[in-house]
């Protein structure tokens, strides 16, 4: 650990990390462009980029675009993320009473906070992962990755859970393309010798993230106020420590959560948000929703303890915790990194590096957050019809930059406008991401434990009881969004509902 | 996208507004994945066998398609229960001029990358002693992104050209110099 951490200290490496962190604040900070589309569209930045170098850079844009949200969650009433909304709800309460850097202060104190309680449960616990993980067998791996995708639907979709998986399944025929890992065997390549190689995943993600943002967002005519002053940016220590049990519940939630594939930022931010109000004293719970900073608290540090949590079935499993983390998983693999329960015997050392990445980029974070508000609120009078357009080139870099190949390029124009329609037909994206990256490991894994189960009963089969208890997992997720899709659909027939979704 | 929520809040992102469409949306989207779990379907059993049915490599294809299938005709059925709720047009909750907008820009993009792949040409030169190399990747950037934000921001086109040169000259010379990644457009 202390060899991680003092390779982490080296000035080259925390330069990058506070080029990350600084380039994520802004960016998550910037209305519309997300965590996601920042670490998907830095994938192919870091593929020119040593090992190191990559992940500090990118474990830095992914803290610094956690919290950048915060900011014009609070300032213009409109975060960046689903998972800054609780934020926006108290914090620009806060700014319309003056207290806009108090709130946006207190948010970077509980951000700071969170991501330090995600980190330590994440050292703490994926050693207990990884020594259980390593008696994951094909079964296993294959039923992980179905919970991973089907899960991933489920929190993506909300009312529609149906939505969700047909995104993730999707996702899972995508990935299908190519010289198949057995036998390779070309399937769906229609001839086409390009897409012997299969459909680079990068490029998906850019379009999904970056290029369908591009093409849903520049046509639109409506655009934020911008606030003519945020105030002095107080960081409120002594207001932080009233709140720290709220911190540390919340840290915890956000850290679980985090943990749970597909859960995202967004469900660990609002359940804190929903659980601190429950939790609440009278006299705090009465200010819930008119500019409460206990209920900031809750929000920001929950989302930021995400980031720790979503590290854990990546690096333990290699089941990405989110799509952001998926991005990163891209990332470690193109530097060769395969993440997983092998991953302290295939890369002895690198866990501890990641540790201390993290460590670092909370840190800054912390300090380059205080620096970036004012150049923020500048960036806020940028108008969309010129930031939006400057984004293309990156995503053509980005989509062209891992294999150097054109056709890439076009794979991201068409996973854009692919991302255009889905957001019209109203499915979620972030299951299609977690479906490219985790059908190979399912159809592998599925294969070869069918070639191992030659000759045994279905007794064998159900004996295998990690294998039983992920299928089990499976059907409980299968029944509980059929129970949440007829719930919706039976307060839908009430008298006076409005449709959902409209 | 920006999309308003029922207490008149607003979100940003990618996420923002999935769920339910309007029925007749649904039972298009239903249409077009049973169409699409059919073909895949047929596509993975027309897939050749070189050991076992157990490693065949159209098996997982298969079973993924037939599920797609039956969670396809579940939309589909959902969207035609629904289909009352909706007396409005298909299209009445969306801005079409603002998606016929941004068909123009995927038009005009689809241009913009064609151009860096038929009319690719690479230039070597050398300047303050760094080696570095024209292609087509930026003209073709320059003119594509002074269109769009002269279209989508109305500025001066002096000012929108000086943008577009000054931001493709600056991802030039950063990727090609301190990330040493190739541009698009070259040979």
Known sequence: ?502 | MSQANEDGLKFEGEEAGSGFASPTLDLIASVFLIALSLLVMAASVALPVPGEIRTAPGLLPFIVSASLLVMALGLGASAWVRRSEHAAGVFAERDLSADFRSLLLAGAIAVYIAAMQFLAFQENFSLLGLNLRLSAFEPATIITLALIIHLSWRGPIWVTTTISFAWTILLSVVFQIVFRIPLPGTF
Request: hydrophobic share 55%; proline share 6%.
């Open chain 1, 1 to 502: 650990m202390i060899d991680g951490l003092l390779l982490a200290l080296t000035p080259a490496l925390l330069a990058m990390t506070l080029a990350g962190v600084c380039l994520g604040i802004i960016w998550g900070a910037l209305p519309g462009l997300s965590t996601t589309m920042a670490m998907g569209l830095l994938i192919g930045l870091s593929a020119g980029m040593s090992q190191d170098v990559a992940i500090s850079f990118m474990l830095g844009v992914y803290t610094g675009s956690v919290f950048g949200g915060a900011i014009s969650a609070v300032l213009i009433n409109i975060p960046g993320t689903p998972d800054a909304v609780p934020t926006m709800i108290e914090g620009h309460q806060l700014a319309q009473r003056g207290e806009g850097g108090q709130a946006l202060g207190m948010s970077i104190a509980a951000s700071f906070v969170g991501g330090g309680i995600g980190i330590i449960l994440l050292v703490t616990f994926i050693p207990l992962i990884l020594s259980f993980a390593l008696n994951f067998k094909s079964w296993e791996m294959f039923w992980l990755a179905v919970i991973g995708i089907m899960v991933a639907g489920t929190m993506a979709a909300g009312s529609i859970p149906l939505k969700g998986w047909i995104a993730g399944w999707l996702g899972m025929l995508v990935a299908f393309v190519g010289l198949d890992s057995i036998h390779a065997v070309p399937r769906f390549t229609f001839g086409t010798f390009a897409l012997f190689d299969g459909i680079s995943y990068v490029a998906v993600l850019i379009g999904l993230f970056g290029f369908a943002e591009i093409l849903r967002t520049l046509p639109a005519r409506d655009m934020p106020t911008i606030p003519s002053r945020v105030g002095r940016v107080i960081p409120p220590l002594k207001l932080l420590g009233r709140y720290m049990p709220a911190a540390a519940r919340s840290g915890i939630l956000g850290t679980f959560i985090g943990a749970i594939p597909g859960a995202g930022a967004n469900v660990a931010s609002f359940l804190a948000y929903d659980i601190g109000r429950r939790r609440a004293k009278p006299e705090e719970r009465d200010k819930w929703g008119k500019g409460s900073y206990q209920a900031l608290v809750c929000a920001e540090t929950a989302n930021n303890a995400n980031i720790g949590g979503s590290m854990l079935p990546t690096l333990a499993l290699g089941i990405p915790g989110n799509a952001a983390a998926a991005a990163l998983l891209a990332a470690l693999t193109l530097k060769n990194v395969v993440v997983g329960p092998t991953i302290e015997v295939d890369h002895p050392g690198l866990i501890y590096f990641i540790y201390a990445a993290l460590i670092v980029a909370n840190v800054m974070m912390y300090l380059a957050a205080f620096a970036l508000i004012g150049p923020c609120v500048k960036l806020f009078s940028l108008p969309r019809g010129i930031l939006m357009p400057l984004i293309l080139p990156v995503c053509v870099i980005g989509a062209y930059a891992v294999k150097l190949s054109i056709f890439d390029v076009w794979i991201m124009f068409a996973a854009g406008l692919v991302g255009w329609l889905f957001s019209i037909f109203k499915f979620p994206v972030a299951p299609v991401v977690l479906g490219v990256i985790l059908a190979p490991l399912a159809d592998e894994n599925f294969r070869r434990s069918l070639l191992l189960f030659e000759g045994k009963g279905v007794g064998f089969v159900l004996s295998q009881w990690i294998g039983t208890f992920l299928m089990l997992a499976v059907l409980f997720v299968l029944i509980e969004g059929a129970i949440r899709v007829a719930a919706n659909a039976r307060a839908r027939r009430q008298p006076g509902s409005e449709p959902a979704g409209t």
